[in-house]
C-alpha cells in the first residue's frame, strides 16, 4: 500500500513537472503575438521612445485606421486572394495527395506500379532539382506567372501528407474492399465509399496542414507574381515588413506628413495580427485533427 502510494505521489510529481514545462513553452510561443497585438494598439511615439512592452502604451486604434484608410482596398483583395488559394488550392492539393495515396497504398498483385510510384514521391523527398529549375519549369513551361494557378498548383502533391494518407489507407481492412469487390463495387466505388470514410481522420488533418500552408505562404508570389492585384496577404505583409515606404505610397498623405507621425513599427505590427487573426481563430477547432490524424498515420505506417 505505501509502495502504491509512493508510485501515485511520483507520478502527480511528473505531471505537475509536465504541466509546468508545457505552460512555459506555451507563454514562450504565445508571447511574440501578444506582443505584437499590445504594439499595434500602442501608440507610435511611445513605441519609438519606450520599445516594445507587454502592456500598450497611450493605446489608440489609429494604426488600424491609418491601414484602413489608405491600404483597406488593397488589404481586403489579399484577404480574398488567400481565402481563394487556401479554398481551391486545398480541394485541388488533398484530391491528388488522396488518389496518389490510395494507388500506392494497393497490393503488388492489385496494381503493379504502386511501389514504382512510392519510390518515385519518396525519391523527390531526398533530391531537387533546385529553386532555378522549378522556376523555369513554372514559368516557361507551364506559364504560372501573374496568374491565379501559379498560387495554388506547384503545391499540389506534399510528398509527406501523401505517405500519412498511404499509412491511413493501408489501414483499411482487406476484408471490407474485398467484400465491397464481390458486390460489384468499382475501385472509385471502393475509394468514395470504403477508403475514404475510413481514412477520415488522416484526411482530415492533411486537410488542415494543406490549408495552414497555403494560408502561410508567400514564397510562390514572391517567385511567380508581379501584379499588385495577386498579392496574398502573406506577400502584403512581407512587403511592408521589407519596406514600409509600400503602405505609405499615397496621395493623400502628402500634405500631412510634416505634422503627423506616420505609424511604421504599428503598421507592421497591425498587419501580423491581420494575417494571424484567422489561424489564431480557426486553430482551436481543428487542433485535436493536428495530433491524432499524425500520431495515426505514424503508427501504423
Known amino acids: 500500500?505505501?509502495?502504491?502510494?509512493?508510485?501515485?505521489?511520483?507520478?502527480?510529481?511528473?505531471?505537475?513537472?509536465?504541466?509546468?514545462?508545457?505552460?512555459?513553452?506555451a507563454v514562450s510561443?504565445?508571447?511574440?503575438?501578444?506582443?505584437?497585438?499590445?504594439?499595434?494598439?500602442?501608440?507610435?511615439t511611445a513605441i519609438v521612445s519606450y520599445g516594445f512592452s507587454l502592456l500598450p502604451r497611450k493605446p489608440t486604434l489609429e494604426t488600424y485606421r491609418f491601414i484602413m484608410e489608405n491600404k483597406g482596398t488593397m488589404l481586403l483583395r489579399a484577404y480574398g486572394i488567400s481565402f481563394l488559394c487556401v479554398i481551391i488550392g486545398?480541394?485541388?492539393?488533398?484530391?491528388?495527395?488522396?488518389?496518389?495515396?490510395?494507388?500506392?497504398?494497393?497490393?503488388k498483385e492489385n496494381f503493379r506500379f504502386a511501389n514504382i510510384l512510392s519510390?518515385?514521391?519518396w525519391f523527390t523527398m531526398i533530391f531537387s532539382g533546385g529553386l532555378l529549375p522549378w522556376y523555369i519549369l513554372c514559368t516557361k513551361y507551364y506559364g504560372?506567372?501573374?496568374?491565379?494557378?501559379?498560387?495554388?498548383?506547384?503545391?499540389g502533391m506534399n510528398v509527406f501528407y501523401m505517405f500519412v494518407l498511404k499509412s491511413n489507407f493501408k489501414a483499411v481492412p482487406e476484408e471490407l474492399v474485398e467484400a465491397a469487390k464481390i458486390d460489384g463495387a468499382?475501385?472509385?466505388?471502393?475509394?468514395?465509399?470504403?477508403?475514404?470514410?475510413?481514412?477520415?481522420?488522416g484526411l482530415v488533418s492533411v486537410i488542415l496542414f494543406m490549408a495552414l500552408q497555403y494560408w502561410?505562404?508567400?514564397?510562390?508570389?514572391l517567385y511567380l507574381i508581379t501584379k499588385t492585384d495577386l498579392y496574398t496577404l502573406?506577400?502584403?505583409?512581407?512587403?511592408?515588413?521589407?519596406?514600409?515606404?509600400?503602405?505609405?505610397?499615397?496621395?493623400s498623405l502628402q500634405s500631412a506628413k510634416d505634422h503627423i507621425v506616420l505609424p511604421s513599427n504599428t503598421a507592421r505590427m497591425a498587419m501580423t495580427v491581420f494575417t494571424v487573426l484567422p489561424v489564431l481563430v480557426f486553430y482551436p477547432f481543428a487542433q485535436k485533427y493536428f495530433v491524432k490524424g499524425i500520431t495515426v498515420g505514424a503508427v501504423k505506417g
Not at 468499382?186 to 481522420?201: E, H, I, M, Q, T
Open 1 to 25: 500500500m505505501k509502495k502504491q502510494q509512493e508510485t501515485q505521489s511520483r507520478k502527480t510529481k511528473e505531471s505537475i513537472l509536465c504541466y509546468i514545462i508545457v505552460g512555459i513553452m
Open 29 to 44: 510561443c504565445f508571447l511574440p503575438l501578444w506582443i505584437a497585438f499590445v504594439a499595434s494598439i500602442s501608440d507610435e
Open 90 to 107: 486545398t480541394i485541388y492539393s488533398v484530391a491528388v495527395m488522396s488518389l496518389f495515396a490510395y494507388a500506392t497504398a494497393q497490393k
Open 119 to 121: 519510390f518515385f514521391a
Open 144 to 155: 504560372l506567372q501573374n496568374n491565379i494557378w501559379a498560387l495554388i498548383l506547384p503545391f
Open 186 to 201: 468499382s475501385d472509385a466505388r471502393v475509394f468514395f465509399s470504403v477508403a475514404l470514410p475510413l481514412a477520415k481522420v
Open 216 to 221: 502561410n505562404d508567400f514564397y510562390l508570389s
Open 234 to 251: 502573406q506577400k502584403l505583409l512581407y512587403n511592408m515588413m521589407a519596406n514600409i515606404s509600400a503602405l505609405l505610397t499615397n496621395s
